[in-house]
């Protein structure tokens, strides 16, 4: 892959799995300096073996056993703990972490498909609550309703998001 083309290419695989490769990281250590330092190296090593990573198909899986190997070295290197972890232990929680990201993965896809199917009133109330976190008073006025009103559409749209996301994960389920 052209240099050119590698950063840009890199840069948008991590920060497009950046919240799940920091989560994957503090799942095997549970020391937020420690996994924030272990996640920094590993990006390193990412980057130097990107030419080897097979563009199609999964950044997670290849990141996060980059991460578990960086974590391995750092448990290695460190051993001040006093609660000290297993290596099959931290092994048999990179696999549940791992096969958990995928079903999150999964449900998020739903999830934003579900959400492209409701009005666009109903996305903006959404985006008011999640997005700009605004209180229930906020929200009613910025919509031109009462609180109670607005308390009670979020109800019903999570209701039918639940509903949405439920049928979708089940159809995928029965095609596998």
Known sequence: ?????????????????????????LSLIPHWADAEEILQQAYLVMWQKFDGFEVGSSFFS?????????????????????????DEFLENVAQETCAAADELAERERALSECVKKLKPKQRQLL???????????????????????????????????????????????SLA
């Not at 892959?1 to 990281?25: D, I, Q, W």
């Not at 980059?66 to 051993?79: M, N, V, W």
Request: charged share 30%; hydrophobic share 40%; glycine share 4%.
């Open 1 to 25: 892959m052209p240099h050119e083309t590698k950063v840009p290419e890199f840069l948008k695989l991590v920060t497009s799995h950046e919240v799940r490769l920091r989560a994957f990281a």
């Open 62 to 86: 290849w990141s996060a056993r980059i991460i578990h190997l960086t974590a391995l070295d750092f448990r290695k290197r460190q051993r001040r703990s006093a609660i000290r972890f297993g």
């Open 127 to 173: 985006d008011l609550r999640y997005r700009e976190d605004r209180s229930g008073e906020q929200m009613a006025r910025a919509m031109g309703t009462t609180a109670d009103a607005v308390y009670q559409a979020l109800a019903r749209i999570r209701k039918a998001l639940l509903d949405c996301v439920s049928r979708r994960l089940g159809q995928s389920q």
